[in-house]
Structures are given as structure tokens and as C-alpha cells.
């Protein structure tokens, strides 16, 4: 019916990552909506168990790195990171990127596994199994 010339438009809107960035950005700020909702309807049923700490730390893994792409992505658009050529191998952008946070989350996991475990601490199980005996 419409014949419509993507040619047109900027590269970056002719594609669908922009929307599916977009839409995922949505789902990922309603999740979190959703579980500060969670949350503040449970608290006082949850206060024993300390949720806080345990919150924030799987929703700043998932949302932070999200967050942490958008940013390497953006450079990448930018011409801040550069592609790799040489005689050997070509690398392009996008993979420089993706390469780049990669490493990034590898150590950021270093602390987020620091953290989760005080989070979720082993205490609680080895209390019940105290009381038990």
C-alpha cells in the first residue's frame, strides 16, 4: 500500500535497534517500578529477611549493565571507539564495544559477588539448622 524509502533516514533510525533499545528500556524501568512497588506493599512482612540489600543488587546488575551498553553503544556511534585493523585481523566498532564491556562486567562482577554475598548470606540457613537440631 505505502511505499516508504528507508534510504531516507539516518542509518540509526532505519534500523531496529533503536526501538528495540527503546522497548527494552521500558520493560526494564517497569520491572524496576514494579519491584519498588513489590516492596513497599511487603515491607513489613519481608523487614525479617532484610530485602533491601537483596533488591538492590539483582536489579542494579541487570539495570546498571543495561545502562553501561547505552553508554558504550553511544560511544560507539560517536566515533569514540575505534575498530581494530590491522594487516592480521579486522575488528570492527560494535565488537570493540561489546569487547569492552564484557571486561568491564567481568570485574564488576568481582564486586557484585562481594556484595551478593553478604546480601544473601549463608547465616540464615545455618540458624535454622541450629534450631532444628
Do not use: H
Not at 519498588?36 to 537483596?54: D, G, H, I, N, Q
Amino acid at each position: 500500500m505505502f511505499d516508504w524509502d528507508l534510504s531516507l533516514l539516518p542509518s540509526s533510525v532505519a534500523s531496529g535497534y533503536l526501538y528495540v533499545t527503546i522497548v527494552y528500556n521500558i520493560s526494564v524501568s517497569l520491572a524496576l517500578y514494579a519491584l519498588f512497588l513489590f516492596y513497599f506493599a511487603t515491607r513489613e512482612l519481608l523487614s525479617p529477611y532484610s530485602p533491601v540489600l537483596k533488591f538492590f543488587m539483582v536489579k542494579s546488575v541487570i539495570f546498571l549493565s543495561f545502562w553501561q551498553g547505552m553508554l558504550l553503544a553511544i560511544l560507539e556511534k560517536c566515533g569514540a571507539i575505534p575498530k581494530i585493523d590491522s594487516p592480521e585481523f579486522y575488528v570492527g566498532e560494535g565488537t570493540v564495544a561489546a569487547g569492552y564491556q564484557n571486561f568491564i562486567i567481568c570485574i564488576e562482577m568481582f564486586f557484585a559477588a562481594i556484595a551478593l554475598r553478604y546480601a544473601f548470606t549463608y547465616k540464615v540457613y545455618a540458624d535454622k539448622r541450629i534450631d532444628s537440631q
